[in-house]
C-alpha cells in the first residue's frame, strides 16, 4: 500500500498562483499513477489532472487546462500540482489519488480508477 500526504493548500487572490505536494510513502511511488482531484463544497469529487508512472504522458480537464501543470520527481516520491491564473471557480478541496499500474504510459481519469487518497488540502480562492 502507499500512503499519500496532501499540501501546499491555502488562500490566495484570484490571478494568484499556489503549489501543492502530494508525498507518498510506503511504497516506490513510480508503480503508480498519480493524479489530482477536488471536490468544491456541494459538488462531486471531480478530475483535475494525471500523470503516468516515468512522467511521459499528461491529462487535464478542460477547465485547468494552460493553468495548471502537473509533474512528479520519483526520488522524492513526490508529485505537483502547479496552480497558475487562479480562478474563484478553482476553489475546492484538493485530493492526490494514485493507482498502482505495470504500464508505463497510463493515465486514469475517473476517480473510481484510484485505490489510494489523501486526506485533502484545501485552496480557497478570493476574489
Known amino acids: 500500500q502507499v500512503q499519500l500526504a496532501e499540501s501546499g493548500g491555502g488562500l490566495v487572490q484570484a490571478g494568484g498562483s499556489l503549489r501543492l505536494s502530494c508525498a507518498a510513502s510506503?511504497?516506490?511511488?513510480?508503480?503508480?499513477?498519480m493524479a489530482w482531484f477536488r471536490q468544491p463544497t456541494g459538488n462531486e469529487r471531480e478530475f483535475v489532472a494525471a500523470i503516468s508512472r516515468m512522467g511521459a504522458n499528461t491529462n487535464y480537464a478542460d477547465s485547468v487546462k494552460g493553468r495548471f501543470t502537473i509533474s512528479r520527481d520519483n526520488a522524492k516520491n513526490t508529485h505537483y500540482l502547479e496552480m497558475n491564473s487562479l480562478k474563484l471557480e478553482d476553489t475546492a478541496v484538493y485530493y492526490c489519488?494514485?493507482?498502482?499500474?505495470?504500464?508505463?504510459?497510463?493515465?486514469?481519469?475517473?476517480?473510481?480508477?484510484?485505490?489510494?487518497w489523501g486526506r485533502g488540502t484545501q485552496v480557497t480562492v478570493s476574489s
Open positions: 510506503g511504497r516506490t511511488s513510480s508503480n503508480y499513477v
Open positions: 489519488a494514485a493507482r498502482e499500474t505495470g504500464l508505463f504510459r497510463t493515465i486514469y481519469t475517473v476517480k473510481n480508477q484510484y485505490d489510494y
